[in-house]
């Protein structure tokens, strides 16, 4: 479990993070959410002890990173910034943080494996190519078997099959009870491996809640219809209040009217409907239009 208490970090007159208190609990895979300089790499720079914090404290298990002996084996963690030396092997990489953390030296392999890099163990990391470099990232944080993860946009430079791999990994890990938070900005995969989500802005938090109650709450419902005559039935639509969007099938999007009005009011004009059917704005739509409204209530 991961928890953050009045987090605050200032860079001069520019507060990056403002009092965020949340908890990641084990158990799931907590997507960690907000816009380009919302404070995400920030605070998970704070729970690793990368950046000290001007105010409040982060407990991992209960305390703080600095306490942990062997950090590697209580917290994996992957950050943009977490580069390894250029001149060293992936495997003289992983020996020296499994050295430096008593970790068994067999497991170096273990991870390679886990990861794809057999075949390039004795590769120097300066030769990696992107996907190479964040696969050994993801060893790097899997070596001590850590029952935390944090994650900074991990599937960076990972093929399909690599994120597919890493998507099966974090469930598993998760299933088996351990805390993982995932920071990503491609919210289709984030749709796919996120049970929780935590979504800051300017930052500050501004959701806490399950993957399918932040849609419930927050998504946009519209009703998906497609007629011979869009025409007669956008301008009967129009006429009771309904939002009207033309999708590129050239069907209609209905927004303020429920489906069952449009079926009744397309019986009554004597349209037949080809299409009718209820949608929910996904997560990448939901998430633009809650951070939308926290600019426009705050003047931006």
């Known amino acids: 479990m991961i928890d953050v208490l009045d987090l605050t970090k200032r860079y001069a007159h520019n507060t990056v993070v403002a009092g965020l208190s949340f908890t990641v609990r084990a ?3 907590t997507g960690f959410l907000g816009p380009n300089g919302a404070g995400k790499s920030t605070t998970m720079r704070m729970m690793v002890g990368l950046t000290r914090p001007d105010a409040g404290s982060v407990r991992i298990g ?5 306490e942990l002996r062997y950090p590697a084996r209580h917290v994996g963690a992957l950050l943009e910034t977490s580069v390894p030396h250029r001149s060293l092997t992936a495997a003289r990489h992983l020996q020296w943080v499994a050295q ?3 970790i ?9 494996e886990m990861v794809g890099l057999t075949d ?4 120097r990391t300066g030769a990696f190519s992107l996907g190479m470099g964040q696969r050994l990232g993801l060893a790097t944080a899997l070596l001590g078997d850590p029952s935390v993860l944090v994650l900074d946009e991990p599937v960076n430079g990972l093929d399909a ?3 597919r791999w890493l998507r099966e990994l974090l469930r598993t890990m998760a299933a088996e009870g351990r805390t993982v938070l995932v920071s990503s900005h491609l919210m289709t995969e984030m749709s796919m491996v996120a049970d929780h989500l935590i979504v800051i802005h300017r930052g500050q938090l501004i959701a806490d809640t ?3 109650d932040f849609i419930d709450r927050h998504a946009t419902t519209y009703v998906r219809v497609r007629t011979p005559d869009p025409g007669l039935l956008g301008r009967e639509l129009e006429g009771r209040g309904a939002a009207l969007a033309l999708a590129t099938d050239g069907a209609l ?3 303020g009217v429920p489906a069952g009005e449009i079926s009744r009011l397309a019986a009554a004009n004597g349209l037949p409907l080809d299409e009718l059917s209820t949608h929910k704005g996904s997560l990448e739509e939901t998430f633009l239009g809650l951070v939308g409204k926290g600019e426009r209530n705050t003047g931006v």
Not at 120 to 123: Q, V, W
């Open 161 to 163: 099959e690599g994120i």
């Open 253 to 255: 999007e209905v927004r």
């Open 62 to 66: 209960g305390r703080a990173y600095h």
């Open 104 to 112: 068994e030296r067999r497991r170096v392999g273990e991870v390679l």
């Open 210 to 212: 399950s993957m399918s």
């Open 27 to 29: 158990g799931a895979v």
């Open 100 to 102: 430096a953390n008593r």
């Open 120 to 123: 390039a163990a004795r590769k």
